[in-house]
């Protein structure tokens, strides 16, 4: 059995939890050895935690490959772009030495925009009764309006006239909701007039990438697929309506990036070695508060893109056995390894009870009221004590975290390729 995928062909990284993973770290890990790295869905409600240089870099929008020099990096269809969360992103990056010039960041003109109204919707949800924990970058209202055929999208911003005619037919068509929620209406003018602006410096970077993509391949340039969130919160797989408002999977990469389902790879989910989850929805293996207070302070769990406190739990193998399942994952990656040697004795919960009955591991509830409801069974096994952060093979880990390890592979009948014992980038374990 191959325990690690090949690194002569294409490669689909995605969350396999709630997100917040530490997918940034793995992508950046395996863009070492890539041309071209495509981000396919969602938008800056993503957070990836880069650690380069010692310096702690959080990108949103961007792939995880931005800070690669080497790297193209795509912005596919699938994804709905904020033009100023963008544009702060890529000022960000230049200040630290990573600049983007138009040929090396390539944005779908085919991607949907953010505008200031989305966010402005989603605020006013938020402070609604019907509240779900989104983020309130106005990625939800993005893909309704995408859905409704009244998005504006990125290849707009190459004519002011056309823009300006759609951005009035939008704004119309929002501002009754608005209103109703008792917001402001938007106005016209200045927001086409800062639209017009971030459109100069967006231009040239504007392009149709589906036929650059398949050229590449064509000539033999290796392509990294990366997924944003998790798949926990798949618009169709997770734990609906606790969800984002795309499509996780790697499947989406398809139809996010425009490119025929072989051209996916070796796919590789990401797990920590426990779990988290930001915003409201079920998530049965969730520690008390002081608890779950515990596992946050050792880990760091604050959401690079909120700043939220993350909900702590222990490893949910049910879940992860779901998501990896409607993912097709071929191979596991384990981080935050080490955040878990602060605990002499851990969990894993490997079985739900739902309703006094006993369900199998792939037996996932579709239902958020009955995932709600169902209580972990679990597995109690010793802390990882011993973790220095200076491993650099399985075989130097300590014998408990090689059990733990073989453990999860035996109960999701995958290998675990990698696993992250530190934020560094060094601080990775490779299966050989």
């Known amino acids: 059995m191959n325990v690690r995928p090949p690194l002569d062909g294409n490669l689909s990284i995605f969350g396999a939890q709630w997100g917040d ?55 596919g269809a699938g994804m709905v772009i904020d033009p100023s969360a963008l544009l702060e992103e890529m000022q960000m990056l230049a200040d630290v030495g990573c600049s983007l010039d138009a040929k090396r960041l390539k944005l779908s003109s085919r991607a949907q925009l953010v505008l200031p109204y989305h966010r402005q919707i989603d605020a006013l949800r938020e402070g609604g009764p019907n509240a779900i924990g989104t983020t309130k970058r106005g990625i939800g209202p993005a893909y309704e ?85 998790g798949a926990m919160l798949d618009i169709d797989h997770g734990t609906y309506p606790f969800v984002t408002s795309s499509t996780t999977l790697p499947a989406g990469a398809c139809a996010g990036a425009g490119v025929a389902p072989r051209a996916l790879g070796a796919i590789v989910g990401v797990s ?86 006993r369900l199998a591991i792939d037996a996932f509830p579709a239902s ?16 990882f004590a011993g973790i220095s952060g200076d491993e650099r093979s399985f075989e130097a880990l300590p014998q408990t975290a090689r059990d733990f390890i073989a453990y999860v592979e035996q109960a999701l009948e995958l290998p675990v390729c990698l696993v992250s014992i530190g934020p560094q980038r060094d601080a990775t374990i490779v299966r050989s």
């Open 21 to 75: 993973e530490g997918k940034g770290k793995v992508v950046d890990f395996f863009c070492e050895n890539v041309d071209i790295v495509v981000r396919f869905a969602g938008g800056n409600n993503a957070g990836h935690t880069l650690v380069v240089g010692g310096l702690e870099v959080a990108v949103h929008l961007l792939p995880s490959g931005a800070v690669r020099p080497s790297a193209i990096c795509v912005l």
């Open 272 to 357: 920590k070695a426990y779990v988290t989850r930001v915003g409201a929805g079920p998530m049965p293996s969730e520690l008390d508060e002081a608890e779950s207070e515990r596992l946050r302070s050792h880990g760091g769990e604050f959401g690079a893109t909120t700043g939220r406190a993350r909900r702590c739990g222990w490893l949910d193998l049910p879940a992860l056995r779901h998501a990896l399942t409607v993912s097709g994952a071929d191979y596991l990656a384990l981080t935050k390894l080490d955040v878990l040697a602060a605990f002499e004795r851990i969990k894993v919960c490997e079985a739900y009870m739902l309703d006094g009955e």
């Open 368 to 383: 958020a009221d009955e995932l709600a409801r169902a209580t972990p069974v679990y597995r109690e096994m010793a802390g």
């Open 145 to 229: 309006d995408k859905a409704a055929r009244r998005g504006l999208r990125a290849g707009d911003l190459r004519d002011g006239a056309s823009l300006r005619a759609k951005l009035e037919r939008a704004i119309a068509d929002v501002t009754p909701q608005i209103v109703a929620a008792g917001g402001q209406p938007p106005e016209l003018v200045p927001l086409f007039d800062a639209l017009a602006a971030q459109a100069e410096t967006l231009r040239p970077h504007i392009t149709e990438t589906e036929p650059l993509l398949a050229r590449w391949m064509r000539g033999g340039k290796r392509v990294l697929f990366e997924g944003a969130q």
